[in-house]
């Protein structure tokens, strides 16, 4: 505490306030005893209203206070000297937190914005030069002998490249890698790094560095390796310590986008296998398809179809086009385990019957309780007819399509696969002409519910008559046409699974020269059939 008067002479000092002006004395003038903040304070405060006087701050030596001005009466003024240096670091350092954490989770929200996992290692290197380094290298888990290095500098670009390194040559590198933790700042000499680590175009001399793991789910991500010039101040003990918080929002980024990239590729390979193939034409007959999941976000479905070519055109082509109950994945699980077991018994397609009843008993003895509809067409090309040898195992019977516009239903039926110890089962034999087409198709399209009150079934009355116009067009054309037909009616509304196959026999065409090399060469085409 000291006291001074309103001319701005000392008056009195309590004990703690000579240990901060030892010399000082009554009499003095308080400008050349006290701070100028304080003396500052006392002349505005002596010449000014006195009433509700505030507190001042300033620094005494190498502290922080706050003084509080009380008025005793008319000619003096006491000033409170509090400490308050503890306090203020307190708040310094809170705020600094505060400022971390933020950024910390903008950055992380940052990162889990993206699952690719290229752009993901980027952006880990570009933040760590906006806000800690000069220089980052993100080096990730090797693959083989290899590493993906990821170099970012402030003010320039973001490079990647694949290189073989030897990251012991790093100090604390290869323990990172493996998920250890960093080994601190000052004991990484920067004259020994290799010239690997320096991102291109960024010549500095290296002056402090961090390396620090990426911590990842249970696997490490990689490591990070922080670079600053001998022209800026070393990392300091907090900036260690957010370039770990950091390093580990960014590991768990990272592992999320790896582990997205390594499930997406299998997700492809499994889809690629469970999709229906793209049909053409094969020994002379045309083939084609249409396919449209009961959920247009989705790619795989219950229904499916397969076309097994012959070695040779004299061999059948076996068609097989099926419906097992139930959407989504585990009716596609079951329709890769028919299509799968199907192609094993291929040898044996010639026989519809036992193709069927060996079928029926590889799904009763699976874990599966789900059963399937399918139909089995046999295709051989005679000539420029097609003949068809057509089984349905509990399916809808495919439809004939015949030159003059007629449709015929096949007359085949049978009973499920997978519900049933036996399997029964009626064949039929059809031969198409030229420009005929034989329909299979699943119940997603005779049970398509729309209409212009969206509740009335497709029915496979309409269906035989928007075939009957289709008389004559190729095979592709007749899928095209009820899979417009079929979307028109269902609206936006739900569906099923839709999937359609058309067997047609191709209307050939013979060229006959006329006149040899008369008239330029000029031909006509007789159409036959």
Known sequence: MIVADVNGCVVELNDAARLLWPRAAAGDRLRNVAPFWLADA????????????????????????????????????VWWLVDDTDRRIAETALAGARRRSAL?????????????????????????TDHLAEAALLVAPPQGHRHSLTYAHRGGPVTRMTAQVDVDRVPGLAEALQ?????????????????????????????SVIVTPLPGHGVPAGALILLRSGHERAFSADEELFARLLAARAGAALSAARLYTEQTAITTTLMRELL?????????????????PARDNERISGDFYDVHPGADPAEETLVVLGDVAGKGLEAAVLTGKIRNTLHALLPLAADHARVLTLLNGALLSSHHTRFATLVLASVRRRGGKVDLRLTSAGHLAPLIVRGDGTVEEADTHGSLIGALPTVTAVSAEV???????????????????????????????RLKRALAECAGMPAEAVVERIQLLTAQWLGPGSHDDIATVAISAPRTAELTVVGGQGRAGSAAVRRTG
């Open 104 to 128: 910390l989770s903008d950055m992380a929200g940052q990162l889990l914005s993206t699952l690719d996992l290229t752009r993901c290692m980027e952006m880990t290197a570009r933040m760590a």
């Open 276 to 292: 229906p193939p793209t049909l053409r034409s094969v020994h002379g007959v045309d083939y084609a398809g249409a396919y449209r």
């Open 42 to 77: 006392h002349v505005r405060l002596a010449g000014e209203a006195r009433e509700g006087a505030l507190p001042v701050h300033g620094a005494i030596a190498d502290r922080h206070f706050e003084a509080h001005p009380t008025l005793p009466d008319d000619r003096h003024v």
């Open 431 to 461: 031969t198409l002409r030229p420009g005929e087409t034989c329909v299979l198709y699943t119940d997603g399209v005779s049970e398509a519910r729309g209409g212009p009150l969206g509740d009335e079934l497709f029915g496979e009355s």
């Open 179 to 207: 998920g250890f933790p960093p080994v601190p700042a000052r004991w990484i000499d920067p004259a020994v790094l290799p010239e690997w680590v320096h991102p291109p175009d960024f010549t500095e001399p290296i002056g």
